[in-house]
């Protein structure tokens, strides 16, 4: 099965830096809002899906998708599933920020087992198979081993639920006060890798969907982080959206801690 793994993996990397050209070349982007001007596509996050979609079934006949622009989805308990987020960080990509990414896991029966997450702005690939450890372009990474005290926070301000607005912010002010500082970047796969590089220890969400998280949680976790829901649940693989955390053991703990006495 490991070689079975790292040939799926390449196949996705390959996948990933071939559809990559269509961001770089990227002009004249369009936003088309799907449920309100916050939740935007474009042409690109279509043609890169159906891109994947094609290489990766051709790597894996009788695959399944789980994606995020389909309008019908395979089960996520699926013998075989990727996951994809063909633009994790569209606005960035509409307004030019250059901090977006291509993120796809590989699932068996709810299982990740690879996952792959390519940032070809700054050329950046993080992938993992489970059991194997973390890497980014072929490199091992891990968390950095820091309590919250010492911790740079990222955070994801859950865009499509202005409702949960305040909560967010009053969870940042509460990290601001225990941490070193705070991140908001706009791309949920590139933050999870963020606290996999050791460059924060940090990051939260509070709704977030399995495209966002399947791949960069278990880079994330092959790096010896922490990864759960901000109640400290295990994170869901049914498809169903959710608040995440990921982190240093120490920072998350300590982070939940807050949570937990009270002070949300």
């Known amino acids: 099965m490991e070689q079975l793994y790292e040939t799926i993996l390449n196949a996705v990397e ?4 071939k559809a990559a050209e269509l961001l770089l070349q990227a002009h004249g982007i369009l936003a088309e809002m799907k449920n309100g001007k916050r939740d935007v596509v474009t042409e690109y996050d279509r043609r890169v899906q159906d891109f994947l979609i094609r290489e990766l079934r051709e790597a894996v006949p009788g695959a399944g998708f789980f994606c995020e622009e389909m309008t019908e989805k395979d089960r996520p308990d699926a013998e075989q599933l ?19 990414c291509i993120s796809v896991a590989y699932a068996e029966r709810g ?9 070809p702005y700054v050329d950046e690939m993080f992938s993992a198979i489970r059991g194997k450890g973390a890497f980014l372009n072929g490199r091992p990474i891990s968390i950095t ?9 990222c955070f994801g301000s859950a865009p499509y639920n202005p409702e949960l607005a305040d909560e967010t912010f009053r969870l940042v002010r509460l990290a601001f006060d225990a941490g070193l500082d705070v991140r908001r970047e706009g791309a949920a796969a590139l933050d999870l890798c963020t606290v996999a590089a050791g460059r924060a220890g940090l990051y939260f969400e509070m709704k977030v969907s399995l495209w966002d998280y ?9 790096a010896g982080g922490r990864c759960c829901t901000i ?8 498809g169903s959206r959710c608040s995440i955390l990921a982190g240093s053991p120490a920072a998350a703990a300590d982070f939940l801690k807050i949570v937990r006495n009270g002070n949300r």
């Not at 299982?111 to 940032?119: D, F, K, L, Q, T």
């Not at 399947?214 to 092959?222: K, N, P, R, S, Y």
């Open 145 to 153: 081993d820091a309590d919250l005290t010492d911790s740079v926070v």
């Open 111 to 119: 299982s990740v087992r690879v996952g792959a997450v390519y940032n």
């Open 82 to 100: 990727f996951i994809i987020d063909p633009i994790d960080g569209t606005m960035n990509f509409v307004h030019g920020f250059h901090h977006s």
């Open 231 to 238: 109640e400290g649940e295990s994170l869901p693989m049914d």
């Open 214 to 222: 399947a791949a960069g949680v278990l880079i994330a976790e092959e």
């Open 14 to 17: 390959q996948a990933e830096r």
